[in-house]
């Protein structure tokens, strides 16, 4: 007897659920990614993901159709929906695609904060300003995302308790970006993706 012929009990219950599962997965991941590269502008990376995740889902989707009376599909598509995001997610998270402005706002000059943060290249903007207690000091970045720790870590070395705020920059022209290695093959997947913008 073959445990993965269709008409097995162990194909039905526990392998047919676990494919669904793990093809949810696959292309809830896509789906998640493409969703995120269209959002910052990869047209052309976003098409090729299409393709891939509607071909999974048709292979998913069919399967359940072919097995309306078990349940245990049902779960399995749903909990593959779910962990595709959480995936898809944290996959978007390890690229650290685009780039991202940090405003800082600080209540007294800081000299050594600067200096160290334009030792290490980043490009900044000091503007004066007025803020509810009296004059403050504004520095303004734009930087790559993945460059966000060691900024903040920075600043948290000069002032732990400084106002700063982080935003998605959707387009940028020109500017001081430092240069970096990529570290691994996923950091120089995103350089390239970027590139391909």
């Not at 995936?87 to 800082?104: A, D, H, M, P």
Request: a positive charge; glycine letters at 10%.
């Amino acid at each position: 007897m073959n445990i993965f012929s269709p008409e097995t009990q162990l194909f039905t219950w526990v392998i047919l659920p676990l494919l669904i599962f793990f093809a949810r997965i696959m292309d809830q991941s896509i789906g998640t990614m493409r969703l995120i590269f269209i959002s910052k502008g990869l047209k052309y990376v976003a098409p090729f993901l299409g393709f891939f995740e509607v071909i999974i889902w048709l292979l998913a989707v069919g399967q359940i159709m072919q097995h309306l009376d078990n349940w245990l599909c049902y779960v399995a598509y749903g909990a593959g929906f779910a962990m595709g995001n959480f995936i898809g997610i944290t996959l978007e998270k390890r690229l650290s695609l685009g780039t991202v402005i940090i405003r800082v706002i600080l209540s007294q000059e800081s000299p050594g904060l600067i200096d160290s943060l334009k030792a290490q290249n980043f490009g900044l903007t000091l503007v004066d300003g007025e803020g509810a207690k009296g004059p403050v000091k504004l520095i303004f970045s734009i930087i790559r995302r993945k460059e966000i720790q060691g900024f903040v870590d920075t600043l948290q070395q000069y002032h732990p308790n400084a106002f700063y705020t982080i935003e998605e920059v959707k387009t940028s022209n020109e500017g001081v970006f430092r240069r970096l290695k990529p570290r691994s093959a996923m950091g120089g997947f995103a350089a390239r993706l970027m590139k391909s913008k």
